[in-house]
């Protein structure tokens, strides 16, 4: 038996969290789309650097047009003020070996902190824009805002798109075979945490990584 259900919240999911179901769609929690996380890299207002982890993102273009859409990211935050303030950002991947980094990232984000090196990451220059970017990460896209639109009318949530101008990819990722690109030591996966939604339990999430089931020409 499907499980069918319209837009309103239903009766039996109750939050986990003061807020939950006003920052993030109860149906996310039904759907358990997993989604590519990262930290993207701002400059304050002071010229401190931030750091923000951000996913529910995809990344496409045509030609020589290449764009990084940020959906869900919040109005109020230290990365979306930043972004439209000073219309430049840089996305930096890393593997799931620096979850407790991106933990302080979040838990550590007071105003006059470096959130990069307090995070335990490593700064270095960029070549297009004058926000820093994480040596460590393996895959680094440094872009220039193109336009912002609330996600919801008047909503609290965001989209960003911004116009990558400058890729930095390390060697061995860019000579890595298929299976390899998407082992342990490349793109974290978000595993959402799930509602059953004939219950309203909460499932736990995870972190997690792609596994290769076949090599294709698509």
């Given amino acids: 038996m499907n499980y069918e259900h319209g837009s309103i919240k ?4 109750k939050e ?3 807020g939950q179901f006003k920052i993030l769609p109860w149906m996310a929690y039904v759907s358990a789309i997993p989604h ?19 996913g529910w993102s995809s990344f496409s273009g045509e030609g020589d047009n290449f764009f990084a859409l940020i959906s869900g990211i919040l109005k109020r935050s230290h990365t979306y003020g930043n972004i439209v303030r000073d219309g430049e950002f840089c ?12 933990k302080k990232s979040i838990s550590e984000n ?3 902190i ?9 700064q270095e220059n960029s070549k297009t824009i004058s926000v820093p970017r994480i040596k460590e990460s393996f895959l680094k896209l440094e872009c220039s805002l193109e ?11 965001a989209i ?16 890595k075979n298929v299976s390899e690109r998407y082992d342990l030591n490349c793109f974290t996966f978000h595993l959402m945490a799930m509602k059953n939604p004939f219950t309203g339990q909460r499932i736990r999430g995870g972190i997690g990584r792609v596994e290769l089931v076949e090599e294709t020409e698509l």
Wanted: include cysteine; charge should be negative.
């Fill in 147 to 157: 336009w912002t639109k609330d996600l919801v009318p008047n909503g609290i949530n």
């Fill in 114 to 122: 470096n959130e990069i090196v307090n995070s335990g990451f490593t």
């Fill in 36 to 54: 590519v996380i990262y930290l993207i890299t701002t400059l304050k207002a002071d010229g401190t650097p931030n750091a923000g982890l951000q």
């Fill in 91 to 102: 996305i930096n991947f890393l593997p799931p070996g620096y979850l407790e980094n991106f």
């Fill in 16 to 18: 986990d969290w003061d």
């Fill in 10 to 13: 239903p009766e039996n999911f």
């Fill in 160 to 175: 960003v798109c911004g116009r990558v101008n400058h890729i930095s990819a390390a060697e061995d990722f860019c000579r």
């Fill in 110 to 112: 007071s105003g006059e």
